[in-house]
């Protein structure tokens, strides 16, 4: 295993232990901020925490990209060197964040918090693996599975919506407060559907590998469904921003698109069977637990965000922990799942697991109950929230917040169960990564 | 077939994303040439008050929504000073100057300008999405 692909493993199981230990320590300060604002202050705890979670996803997708994509796409479509200067400049640019988040210097917008000019490093970063991906993939002339299809895409639309992130440093578009936010938001909503085509192909890659089946990479409704995703990632963003007094057509637009993800709802129902029959023959591979799991969540958000797509609906949601809810469950639920089974087949972790099994398992039990839990808290805090102040029109913070203070109590007891189980199976999954011929090879 | 569909898609977010950047914004008076304002802004980002105070109902969940704090009567303009120059138990001091706490109250007001967090109810259209006015 070359040395570059060493570190990017470890690097990116780090920053999964800091979104988590970050995320306990974010929650406990919102409840007694009192207590940590002297030394940890909620809002310098936050940005690490949800950045952290952020560049974990991005970090695993691509890790999982480069590992199978010269498999995939044939052994000397790429040297690997654009991949390595790729590896060092983005762990180098990531750490010089964790720094002046440390030194409490920010100076971003939400998600992104660092000072503006470290996104340039990125952004050249990024540049690197798009010109070592694109290489491989221009020699590749075969027809290509739908996973490549994906990946590229993602890597593509990362590059195109991280740079629309970053807009707001030239000053035309902080003319107009409206126009800066819904960039922002325009930015910010396509950006998670093109971190969704790389680890939703690295999802698909892995179900091609463990069913042995490749037709399900080429069928025409799993095509189908990559162009109704893309639509999505273009045109659905303006939910996040349905409230701002913006062009009218900016929501009609996106609710319009969004109501296309009823046709995935019920492509779930209606598959639902054959995902017993195959859950019955496989679950007893890890990693493929980790996608069942990911479907579960799957169903339970894309539900709430078809009723949060609706602006009658989002008049309650926006605003409320029902986004969290909707946030942590596709990043916890869905994201990190789907990559965790993919790095768990990666590292051949059913093999070298060992007596270490039944931990596992109790650990993957462990994070999934409390995760139940968190989500449903995250849910009816929103719940209340909006009542309170849509409903009731209570004007005072402190007042509405009062009973939603008490049930993400819940939320934090929750948190540390899904911290504590996660953590125990990243630890396992490193020292995985530590014995040698640690990641399988793949058939073509 | 499949490129042809994937180029057209892509060309339709092409031109959807320009029309975007020229016209989501109709209200051309509220263009910003006030360096407070500005400056205000860059503090807001620079002391991360996005991470507990949401605008528009986007940020944090720690404090309350400062959109239309400007126009709420029962805070006023000595009232928000205060309050952000010397913190509360929840919120902390950042220890800014009174002449950036003005640039933070400047950037809110403009803000307020903009329009209205909350969508009243008759803006609510029978196809369950909203009119808003510009």
């Known amino acids: 295993m070359p040395l570059a692909i060493r570190i990017y493993t470890r690097f990116v199981f780090l920053l999964l232990i800091t979104t988590l230990v970050f995320g306990m320590l974010s929650s406990w300060s919102y409840l007694y901020p009192e207590i940590f604002n002297r030394y940890l202050p909620f809002y310098q705890l936050r940005p690490v925490h949800t950045s952290a979670a952020l560049f974990f996803i991005i970090s695993a997708a691509t890790l999982c990209i480069i590992l199978f994509n010269r498999d995939t796409l044939g052994r000397n479509a790429t040297s690997g060197r654009w991949e390595q200067l790729f590896i060092f400049t983005w762990i180098a640019t990531i750490l010089v964040i964790f720094g002046y988040y440390g030194l409490k210097k920010f100076g971003g917008r939400e998600y992104w918090e660092f000072p503006g000019w470290l996104a340039f490093p990125l952004l050249s970063s990024w540049t690197f693996l798009m010109i070592g991906y694109y290489k491989g993939w221009l020699k590749c002339a075969d027809k290509k599975p739908l996973y490549i299809w994906m990946w590229s895409t993602g890597i593509l639309f990362f590059f195109l919506t991280f740079i629309e992130q970053n807009l707001w440093q030239i000053p035309w578009f902080r003319q107009s407060f409206l126009r800066e936010l819904t960039v922002q938001w325009k930015a910010n909503g396509s950006m998670v559907g093109a971190w969704n085509q790389m680890v939703y192909g690295s999802s698909l890659f892995l179900m091609v590998m463990i069913s042995g089946d490749k037709s399900i990479a080429r069928n025409k409704k799993a095509f189908f469904f990559y162009f109704l995703g893309l639509t999505n990632l273009m045109f659905n963003w303006g939910h996040h921003i349905y409230n701002l007094p913006a062009h009218g057509w900016i929501r009609h637009i996106s609710y319009v698109i969004s109501m296309t993800e009823w046709l995935i709802f019920i492509s779930i129902i209606q598959g639902f069977k054959n995902k017993l029959t195959e859950a019955r023959k496989l679950r007893h591979m890890l990693p493929y637990k980790f996608l069942l799991a990911a479907e579960f969540w799957v169903f339970a958000n894309l539900t709430l965000a078809l009723f949060m797509s609706i602006p009658a609906v989002n008049r309650y949601t926006h605003g409320t922990h029902i986004t969290v809810a909707h946030a942590m469950g596709t990043t916890i639920g869905i994201n990190t799942m789907i990559l965790l089974g993919v790095l768990g087949y990666a590292l051949d972790i059913d093999n070298k697991i060992g007596a270490g099994r039944k931990l596992f398992i109790r650990s993957y039990r462990l994070a999934q109950g409390s995760f139940i839990i968190f989500w449903l808290s995250l849910v009816l805090a929103g719940i209340l929230k909006g009542y309170r102040s849509v409903t009731l029109n209570i004007t005072s913070f402190q007042e509405m917040m009062e009973p939603v203070n008490k049930v993400l109590v819940a939320f934090s007891v929750a948190g540390i169960g899904v911290a504590t189980g996660l953590i125990i199976i990243v630890i396992m999954y490193w020292q995985a990564a530590g014995k040698s011929q640690s990641f399988v090879k793949v058939d073509k | 077939m499949l490129r042809l569909v994937w180029g057209t898609l892509f060309i339709a977010f092409c031109l959807y994303t320009g029309w975007v950047y020229l016209y989501c914004d109709e209200k051309t008076e ?34 309350p929504d400062l959109t239309n704090i400007a126009r709420d009567s029962s805070k006023g303009k000595q009232y928000m000073h205060g309050f952000i120059k010397y913190g509360t138990g929840r919120m902390p001091a950042f220890g800014m100057t009174d002449e950036e706490v003005e640039h933070i109250i400047d950037f809110l007001a403009w803000v307020d300008k903009s329009g209205l967090s909350q969508v009243p109810a008759e803006a609510v259209h029978w196809s369950g999405t909203y009119m808003i006015e510009n």
């Open chain 2, 30 to 63: 509220i263009v910003q040439n006030d360096p407070s304002v500005a400056k205000g802004w860059e503090l807001w980002q620079q002391k991360n008050c996005q991470s507990c105070h949401q605008l528009y109902g986007l940020g944090g969940y720690m404090g």
